[in-house]
């Protein structure tokens, strides 16, 4: 009896605790929210969705090395006869000149095997994409066609083993011979080698080779070139040599490899002259004067590779939260509020913590991923291509690449080891998925030396604000800025945040779950930190070796103003969205919102409240609201994670297939049929005390039984409904 009754208590608190209460908590629309996410290309994502799931495209963990890239091999063929991967190819060629489409379609592959995605990117995204735009109609129409029908694979030759990111850098030589009308590439010494290549060690029969043009004496910096590598048979031409990258620790089904010239000749034709031509006699010409501005120009033209990248990493972080929250809704380990029942792992406040946070950032990503693949497509197609837009495209893809990326190495981590055991079986795909996308940290230029570039474009947009100034605007701003100094040092902000929040921390969660404040915030540190960092260097020598110091101390700095302006665009994207949804899926995504806004507030806090921007009180009520709002998305995470659209053939994790749930209940009714037999052991401690023996002291206090819980909020004291009114009012 007294069995039955703990177990009645049991459940009516279940039911407390995964009722919603419709006057606080909305409703999501799974699949009004599904279709947003996919995106304006949605019906390109849904038909590589299918591809992803249809086992002929899809990863076997068990294969060799030798034979996972023969496996991967033949997938690529399959996609060439699919006509699918050449929506961004010329329409007169048999594309469609959808560039967005294409890349939307490309991203979903990873879902398959990030292999594939990876040597289908290799394949189209780069070799084939650098003959489309650093090319000219001539090599569209020679090298193009059978690049599109795999009949040549082909090698994207940028990367060498001395220099990754510092492209500018290389060794690599191409000298023009005037009197045999060819160009002499060659690769001086070992460094020079390219390095890392996929389809160099063993399927490229072409390459796209980057390096430094010279003609008549003079360097004209890098450019690009069609070379032929292998013949029929697969072996080298002369003059050319490899290596096999060998095995890796991710993406073995790409056959990675190293190449190297000695004295190659390559017909003038093969220069890929968009941005940069050579005349018979050796002329050279170019329709961008500035050479600087012309290598970064042909560069650019590449930077596609970054917007898929960036896309990919999102869904893979869709992929591990879908496995690991649906696990986590049936998975149960410890007896804490009965000795009935164990509890579910994602009622601990510790797991959703772990798992929402980076949800609300995975949906922050893939709406910002959403603008960023519209803004490449603009540019690509021509509608928006401008100088000013291109650079804007380019910073957007280098600082969201870099975010996004970071950001799914560390959910499939935390992921796996929320899955605890489970999570570690290949069955179970996070621990293959991590090691497949270790790479994308570095992929298309290392994160680091990104956000780099991003900081000395928010360092540029900040000196453009003076060009033209009198003194006495630049005056006015050096006051502004001294005030907003002084204002914060003698802490009058964060006094004014404690009068109005007259030191209740519920008053501060309501203030900090604000539209206003939190872009107020995050707006802040960027511009505040862009600020400092070009106020320092704006005394720095003029002398190369004391300016190059003085930006290398800032290097840090840099980088973290970087990656706060990064976060910024992340909110916008995602607060954007939210604001135009259906008012019931509105409510619970505004809790998403808020969660990624304080999420990223937290960790930044010693900044904030070094600077003076956040009271000791508001900052202690930004970690107990995303408590709040935890709780507030529990009832909802299976709906969060299902509009991601992901079904059991893409996960392809048994933990995520509802076998936990069919053991959970399994083990239930054993231990119930014994419980209403009669037949339950009785624990030792209760035998004793049935018994008339000593009672055994607990380590601990004994817990209330479960009606004589009262509901807390962390650092909040007993829930407050009219609190949730008024903040969920807003």
């Not at 050479?291 to 042909?298: A, K, L, N, V």
């Not at 009180?617 to 930004?622: F, G, Y």
Request: a negative charge; proline letters at 3%.
């Amino acid at each position: 009896m007294a069995d039955r009754t703990a177990s009645a208590r049991l459940d009516r608190r279940q039911r407390a605790r995964t009722e919603e209460r419709p006057r606080q908590l909305g409703k999501v629309d799974v699949e009004w929210l599904g279709r947003d996410l996919l995106g304006t290309w949605a019906e390109r994502r849904l038909a590589a969705r299918q591809k992803a799931a249809d086992p002929k495209y899809q990863r076997v963990d068990d294969l060799t090395m030798a034979d996972h890239r023969e496996r991967v091999l033949g997938q690529m063929h399959a996609l060439a006869e699919d006509g699918a991967v050449l929506r961004a190819f010329p329409t007169r060629l048999g594309g469609s000149d959808d560039h967005g489409g294409n890349i939307a379609g490309f991203e979903e592959l990873v879902l398959a095997d990030p292999s594939l995605q990876i040597k289908s990117g290799v394949q189209y995204g780069l070799f084939g994409a650098a003959v489309l735009h650093l090319g000219t109609e001539h090599h569209h129409d020679t090298f193009l066609p059978p690049i599109m029908r795999f009949d040549i694979p082909g090698a994207f030759a940028m990367t060498e083993t001395g220099h990754g990111s510092d492209v500018a850098s290389i060794g690599t030589t191409a000298t023009y011979d005037a009197e045999a009308q060819e160009f002499d590439l060659h690769t001086p010494f070992r460094g020079a080698w390219k390095d890392y290549l996929g389809n160099a060690a063993l399927h490229g029969r072409d390459a796209v080779v980057f390096a430094k043009l010279i003609t008549n004496g003079v360097d004209h910096g890098v450019h690009a070139f069609y070379v032929p590598l292998r013949d029929e048979s697969g072996a080298f031409l002369p003059g050319i040599g490899g290596e096999d990258d060998g095995y890796k620790g991710g993406l073995n089904g790409i056959d990675n490899g190293r190449l190297h010239f000695t004295h190659v000749r390559v017909p003038r034709t093969n220069l890929l002259n968009r941005y940069g031509d050579v005349a018979p006699d050796g002329t050279y010409s170019s329709p961008i004067e500035s050479p600087g501005r012309r290598f970064f120009t042909m560069l650019g033209t590449l930077v596609q590779g970054r917007v898929s990248l960036d896309g990919a990493a999102v869904i893979a972080q869709q992929a591990a939260l879908a496995i690991a929250i649906r696990y986590g809704s049936e998975r149960r380990q410890f007896n804490a509020s009965s000795d009935a029942q164990e509890e579910v792992l994602l009622d601990y406040r510790r797991h959703q913590r772990r798992l929402f946070t980076r949800l609300a950032k995975a949906y922050a990503q893939t709406y910002a991923h959403a603008i960023l693949l519209t803004k490449f497509d603009g540019v690509f197609s021509g509608r928006t291509d401008t100088p000013e837009e291109r650079e804007d495209l380019e910073t957007l893809a280098a600082g969201l690449k870099s975010l996004s990326t970071w950001q799914a190495l560390d959910t499939l981590q935390e992921a796996r080891e929320a899955c605890g055991g489970a999570g570690f079986l290949g069955e179970n795909r996070l621990v293959q998925l991590r090691a497949d996308l270790d790479v994308y940290a570095t992929f298309e230029g290392d994160n680091t030396v990104l956000l780099q570039l991003v900081g000395k474009r928010l360092l540029g947009d900040f000196a453009k604000q003076f060009k033209g100034a009198s003194k006495a605007d630049i005056a006015r701003f050096a006051a502004d800025q001294f005030f907003d100094r002084a204002t914060a040092l003698v802490g009058l902000r964060t006094l004014g945040q404690d009068v109005r929040d007259l030191r209740r921390v519920q008053n501060a969660s309501v203030a900090i779950r604000d539209r206003d404040f939190q872009r107020d915030m995050l707006e802040d540190r960027v511009e505040t930190m862009v600020a400092e960092i070009a106020g320092r260097l704006r005394h720095a020598p003029r002398d190369q070796e004391k300016a190059a110091a003085a930006f290398n101390a800032e290097q840090h700095e840099l980088i973290e103003a970087a990656r706060a302006w990064v976060e910024l665009q992340q909110y916008n994207s995602l607060d954007e969205a939210v604001e135009r949804m259906p008012e019931a899926t509105k409510k619970v995504m505004t809790h998403v919102r808020d969660l990624f806004a304080l999420t990223v507030i937290e960790e930044h806090a010693a900044w904030h409240l070094e600077n003076g921007r956040l009271s000791g009180a508001r900052s202690k009520a930004v970690t107990s609201t995303i408590e709040r709002l935890l709780q507030k998305l529990r009832p909802h995470a299976l709906d969060l994670v299902a509009a991601f659209g992901l079904g059991d053939a893409h996960l392809r994790a048994k933990i995520a297939t509802g076998a936990e749930a069919e053991r959970q209940a399994e083990a239930i009714a054993y231990y119930d049929a014994l419980r209403a037999a009669g037949e339950l052991p009785m624990p030792e401690k209760q035998a004793r005390v049935a018994a008339g023996g000593e009672r055994v002291a607990d380590a601990g206090a004994a817990p209330l039984p479960p009606e004589d819980v009262v509901a807390m909020d962390h650092d909040l004291g007993p829930v407050d409904e009219t609190a949730d009114e008024v903040v969920d009012a807003r």
